[in-house]
Each structure stands twice: as C-alpha cells, then as structure tokens.
C-alpha cells in the first residue's frame, strides 16, 4: 500500500536534546512538507522541500532543520534552539502539480519534559 | 500575506445540515482546499476549488466565490462520525504548492 509513514508515533525528549523525527513515503511525490500543530490550533509550515537536495523554511523554521537527500525521505530534527518544541508534528506529500491534494502521515507526538 | 478566518466551533444534531464557512485574503489565490482531521489523527483530504461553483462529493459539498473571497463546506445528513475539526486552507501562485491553513472549525454532532 502506498503512503506515508511516520515514526515513531509518540516520543518523549528532556530538554536541550536534538530529535530527528522520520517520514518516509513511496507515493513517488515529489514534495514533501513538515507542520506543526498546537493543540486547538491549525497546521503551521516549517518546512517544505520541491525536490531532492532542496529545501526552503516556511513560516515557523526557527530551531528546525531538515534535509532531502532521498525523494522518499524528508526527516525534521527539532534542536535545543526550538523555544517550545512540545507539539504535533505532520509530515505531508504531494505530487508536484500546484493545487494538488497533500497526503498526510500518521503524525508525531513529541512531548519535551 | 495570507490569512483565513473560520468559526471556531459548530454544533449539530445527527441529520441535520451544516455549513462552514471560510473568507481568506491572499495574493495571487489559486484554490480553496478543505480537510478533515479527528482528534489524533492526521487531516484527510474532502474538497479541492479552484473555480467558484459548488462541487459535491457525496454527502459533503464545497462552495467558493472568488471575487468575495468566500467559500464554504456544506455537510448533509450529520452523523456522529463527523465530529471532528474541519480546516481550510489557500494555496497560491508562486507558493510551490503550499497551503496556509485556517485555525479550523470543530464540528460537534449530537445525538
């Protein structure tokens, strides 16, 4: 079955600790995107990338960094330099046609203690 | 920039019928999208419009008028199974697909 995989689904962290969350896809989608979401809040765009080896910040990308050197995987990692990184992470692809339907992963829940 | 307003909660008996509405400011507008996401779980497509009309897919419809900047999600025949938050969101020209996500709406439906 094609998707998007997402690991692991819950993950804790102490504070000041970098954490690589994963997302793989097989869909064969050539963007890729990470939100966050705030419990009550909407998706917010960290990161997107259009194609392998490139990647642009969006809206929120402070204490973030990602890479793409696989068109199937687009790992974030959240750095101690992310103020409050306990959140909802959303990994999502879509084919490169603008306009398009994102397929969402499962999601990760991480909780910094 | 880009913005989008939508209720922050809707309440609805099974069977009835509720719209949501969504008004965005945007430049360079290209489409209204709208998904569905229940509690933990990850949002899931419903509707994509790009041209004002209404477009319907079972019980669900979408609605836009681009020249109001206006559009809506219309569910008929509630069922418990609707209960969950409905997004909207804008994508735009020169946006490489991006989408701005409104707050989003959460839909109760009693019994």
């Known amino acids: 079955d094609g998707g998007i995989t997402q690991s692991p689904k819950y993950l804790f962290r102490k504070e000041g600790q970098n954490v690589t969350l994963s997302c793989e896809q097989n869909?064969?989608?050539?963007?890729m995107y990470w939100y966050r979401q705030d419990p009550g809040q909407g998706l917010r765009l960290i990161y997107y990338?259009?194609?392998?080896?490139?990647?642009q910040k969006g809206d929120i990308a402070e204490g973030y960094s990602v890479s793409r050197e696989k068109k199937e995987s687009f790992p974030l990692t959240v750095t101690s330099a992310q103020k409050n990184p306990t959140a909802f992470y959303l990994c999502?692809?879509?084919?490169?046609?603008?306009?398009?339907?994102?397929?969402f992963g499962p999601g990760t829940r991480l909780t910094v203690l | 920039g880009q913005s989008l307003e939508q209720p922050s909660e809707v309440t609805a008996v099974e069977g009835a019928i509720v719209q949501i509405n969504c008004t965005y400011q945007t430049s360079g507008f290209y489409g209204l999208s709208w998904y569905q996401q229940h509690d933990g779980g990850a949002p899931t497509f419903l509707s994509y419009?790009?041209?004002?009309g209404l477009e319907e897919t079972g019980r669900f419809s979408s609605f836009l008028s681009r020249s109001d900047s206006y559009g809506y999600l219309l569910l008929q025949e509630l069922q418990m199974k609707d209960s969950a938050s409905y997004f909207c969101?804008?994508?735009?020209?020169?946006?490489?697909?991006?989408?701005?996500f409104g707050a989003g709406t959460r839909l109760a439906v009693h019994p």
């Open positions: 969101a804008v994508s735009f020209s020169g946006g490489y697909n991006k989408l701005i």
């Open positions: 990338s259009q194609i392998v080896n490139d990647f």
């Open positions: 869909l064969n989608h050539d963007a």
């Open positions: 999502a692809s879509t084919p490169s046609e603008l306009g398009g339907e994102q397929f």
């Open positions: 419009n790009a041209l004002d």
